[in-house]
Structure formats: C-alpha cells, structure tokens
C-alpha cells in the first residue's frame, strides 16, 4: 500500500493556482462594495458633487465616462475639497485598493511573461 500525500493526492502547485481566482474574484466584489458605498455616500451627502461626476453607481451606468470622472476625481483628491472625513476615508480605501489591484495584475502579467518566454524556457 502506497501512503498518501497531504492533501488528497492534489499538488500544493495545483491548490494555489486554484485559489488565485477566488481570491480574485472576492477582492473585486470588495472593491464594487465600496465603490458603490462611496457613490451612495457621495450621493446622499453632496448631490452637487454626485451630479457633476456624472451620477455614477456600479449597476446603472453603461458608460465608462462616469467611472473615468470618479478616477480623475480620486486621482486628483479632489473629494478633499467637500471636508467629510467619512467620504476621506472611503476614498482613502479605494485608491489603496485600486492600486494594489493595479500592481498585482503588473505582477501577474511580468509571471506570466517570465514563464511563457524567460530563460530556461523549452521549446
């Protein structure tokens, strides 16, 4: 009788590459959470603001001009300007989590290019 390895006979290798979708998929349903909290806070504490980026919300638009506004709008804090530490913070958040979105799909895609075409590459 052979023994078995932990894990039910999977490979540590295959388990990861199995997690990484899920943890993918959780992380972006945090970050549409929090945009959309962010959008219902702006909407119901600066309607002028909300307006003037384009009335944005993760279901109803079907452009992507109200969420390149919102970026810009983060990008350049302007959210600052309104003095609502609540909506500060929420904005904090999703600027930290988008970039570090940003930088792991940047570290993915150079995975990904190192194994398909680096050294020691057969064939």
Known sequence: MQARRPGGGRSGAFSVVLSIPAFLLAYVGLLLWLH???FDRI????PAAWRELGAPSILTNNSLSPGSKVSRWLGRREYLKLGDKGLTRRAWTLRLLGNLYKAAFAALFLWWVWTAFGP???G
Do not use: I
Request: glycine residues 10%; positive net charge; proline residues 0%.
């Open 36 to 38: 959309q909290e962010f």
């Open 43 to 46: 909407r119901a504490r600066h």
């Open 120 to 122: 020691g590459r057969t």
